[in-house]
């Protein structure tokens, strides 16, 4: 009986099983590795996430206005409807009225001074 005892007690055992009083060394390793992945992983998705937003940002005020209003409202309601919408309108280039109009109003006042000087 006692050489059943001893046998049993001579057995390897693998190195990640931490004896007593022991460290165990893979639930740290894997609790650091853990952490590791998830900062990354909620990184990742927060560039994602905000990706309309640097598309937009070489655009126009309003437009990138726009979009971060809706990647907000995507983010705090979770429908990924918004921020596809988003996503959309930061790819698409609006035309640049203001110039256009600019023009036509200096065009407007030029003409509206001369009619007040011939009078």
């Known amino acids: 009986m ?3 005892q001893s046998s049993a007690s001579n057995v390897r ?11 165990d060394l893979l639930l740290i390793t894997m609790g ?8 990354t992983f909620g990184v990742l998705m927060l560039r994602l996430h905000h ?4 598309i937009a940002h070489t655009g126009q005020k309003v437009q990138y206005q726009l979009v971060a209003t809706l990647g ?5 309601t979770h429908y990924n409807l918004f921020w596809i919408v988003g ?3 930061a790819m698409v280039d609006f035309p640049d009225f203001t110039g256009l109009l600019g023009r ?3 065009s407007v ?3 509206s001074l001369r009619r007040g000087q011939e009078t």
């Open 72 to 76: 907000l409202i995507a983010m705090f």
């Open 109 to 111: 006042r030029r003409i």
């Open 32 to 39: 650091i590795f853990l952490v590791i992945i998830i900062f």
């Open 13 to 23: 055992v693998p190195w990640f099983v931490a004896g007593p009083g022991q460290t």
């Open 51 to 54: 990706l309309p937003e640097h």
């Open 87 to 89: 996503l959309l309108l």
């Open 2 to 4: 006692v050489n059943a």
């Open 104 to 106: 036509i109003a200096s």
